[in-house]
């Protein structure tokens, strides 16, 4: 079973716009809260993370925003830009388990000009 | 510094065989995790070596298996291929294990089989 949920599938916003990626999980042994940045051809690549002390996380046009009660994470993606067009990927990292990450199913991201 | 590689990068193999497919971390990284991303999937765990040692391990059967060597590259197998094996198989690696590092993934291998 899907151990972390995310929405949607696919995602198009207008340059300068704002995206949102949404992600659900159950287990609350998950404390390390990474997304992922992917474009065609490439690994995976890490974009930002945050641990559910926190509620907020911003880096440059990227936020995350986490609500532990809910267990629910999103990513916001501020002025979007074509350049930004790429397969996005949620993840959780539960407590001592090592680098064993719980990923979702992805949301690819349009973003036309 | 050179990032995580991964070869072959395509394969085409047909059921029933076996395959290797190798990962060489970043220079000084000793943990090296292993995914399979297909597109109704997204990217699952396969196993994470550390220290030549496997660490954890996900819900896959027992035809996949890896291993990592002093220098800290690692194999994997498959063996007794099945269509549903094909995939991108991801590998990435970090400096140690459990402290929530950045993991650097590799371009992948795209395994094919018919």
């Known amino acids: 079973q899907q151990q972390v949920k995310q929405s949607p599938q696919s995602l198009i916003v207008q340059k300068g716009g704002i995206s949102i990626i949404n992600c659900a999980y159950e287990?609350?042994?998950?404390?390390?809260f990474p997304w992922y940045q992917q474009f065609p051809g490439k690994g995976p690549a890490l974009l930002i993370a945050?641990?559910?002390?926190?509620s907020e996380k911003k880096e440059g046009r990227f936020t995350i925003s986490f609500n532990k009660s809910a267990k629910q994470f999103s990513l916001h993606i501020m002025d979007s830009q074509p350049g930004d067009s790429a397969t996005y990927f949620c993840a959780a990292n539960p407590s001592n388990t090592g680098n064993q990450f719980y990923f979702g199913t992805g949301t690819s991201l349009t973003v036309i000009p | 510094k050179a990032g995580v590689t991964q070869t072959p990068r395509y394969l085409i193999k047909t059921r029933g065989q076996q395959v290797t497919l190798s990962c060489s971390p970043i220079?000084?990284?000793?943990?090296v995790s292993w995914y399979q991303q297909t597109p109704g999937q997204g990217l699952q765990f396969l196993f994470e070596?550390?220290?030549?040692?496997?660490?954890n391990k996900g819900n896959f059967p027992g035809r996949f298996s890896g291993r990592q060597f002093s220098n800290s590259r690692s194999e994997m197998n498959v063996s007794t291929l099945e269509l549903g094996d094909s995939a991108l198989y991801l590998c990435a690696s970090s400096l140690s294990s459990g402290l929530q590092e950045t993991q650097y993934f590799g371009p992948g291998t795209r395994l094919l089989v018919l």
């Open positions: 070596y550390f220290s030549e040692t496997q660490r």
């Open positions: 287990n609350t042994a998950f404390d390390y």
């Open positions: 945050i641990r559910p002390d926190v």
């Open positions: 220079s000084g990284h000793r943990s």
